[in-house]
């Protein structure tokens, strides 16, 4: 009689344990559930991308041109970059670029760093330091693989080497117009380097748009240079 005493009384002790061993399991899952929708929460609004192009050169004349000779430079195109977005709600963001080229001894150079808004479902803004629309892929000027060329032409594109980026504002709206798709675009800032700087700059474009084909119209114009010197 005895021994089935304690037998007995075994049992409750034993539900009791498996009871709350099963509320504890549950509470983790939950815990890990809520750790994975928060993770998901963090990785949409904060975004990080990079890309990187690696070249090298060697021409049969050695005279120089575009920076490659006969001299074999495994610098002069080669280039990486890292890219952050921060989405402060569905409307704002803001978006830092970071690139280090061959050409300039892998400085890392802070090539965008600006706010942008989402207006309405057509127009959008940015402030700070953004690329100027000098030329149809001017945006795409360090992404090899978004470009229909091994590199982009130097004769026109070599020179916005300096000017590249402006700190300034840029306002732009974006429209179906029947089949088509439309952009049209507006700057406004300056640019500068180590000799002179650039104001005033107005930049002005408009794309026009279908599946096989592009139209861009564009217009720069800016204040005098202003030159300054500096003195050691």
Do not use: C
């Not at 509470?27 to 090298?56: C, K, S, W």
């Not at 490659?68 to 970059?81: E, K, L, T």
């Not at 963001?93 to 942008?116: H, K, P």
């Amino acid at each position: 009689m005895t021994l089935k005493r304690m037998s007995l009384a075994a049992i409750p002790v034993l539900l009791v344990s498996l009871t709350s061993q099963a509320v504890t399991v549950e509470q983790l899952n939950r815990q890990v559930q809520r750790m994975n929708q928060r993770l998901a929460e963090q990785d949409q609004r904060l975004r990080i991308n990079g890309y990187a192009t690696f070249g090298i050169t060697q021409s049969d004349e050695s005279i120089s041109y575009n920076g490659v000779s006969d001299d074999i430079n495994f610098q002069r195109f080669s280039r990486a970059g890292i890219q952050m977005s921060f989405n402060i709600n569905s409307q704002s963001s803001v978006i830092t670029q970071l690139v280090a080229r061959g050409s300039n001894d892998f400085a890392t150079n802070m090539e965008w760093a600006y706010f942008r808004h989402q207006f309405d479902d057509n127009f959008s803004g940015k402030i700070g330091r953004i690329r100027a629309p000098y030329y149809m892929l001017s945006e795409y000027l360090d992404v090899g693989y978004a470009v229909p060329w091994a590199l982009m032409p130097a004769e026109t594109y070599n020179l916005l080497d300096t000017f590249a980026n402006i700190d300034g504002v840029d306002i732009t709206w974006d429209s179906e117009v029947g089949d088509y798709s439309l952009q049209v675009q507006g700057v406004y800032g300056k640019t500068a380097d180590d000799d002179f700087t650039l104001s005033d700059i107005v930049a002005l474009s408009a794309t026009l748009a279908a599946d096989e084909w592009s139209i861009r119209v564009a217009t720069v114009g800016g204040g005098q240079p202003q030159v300054q010197v500096t003195m050691a």
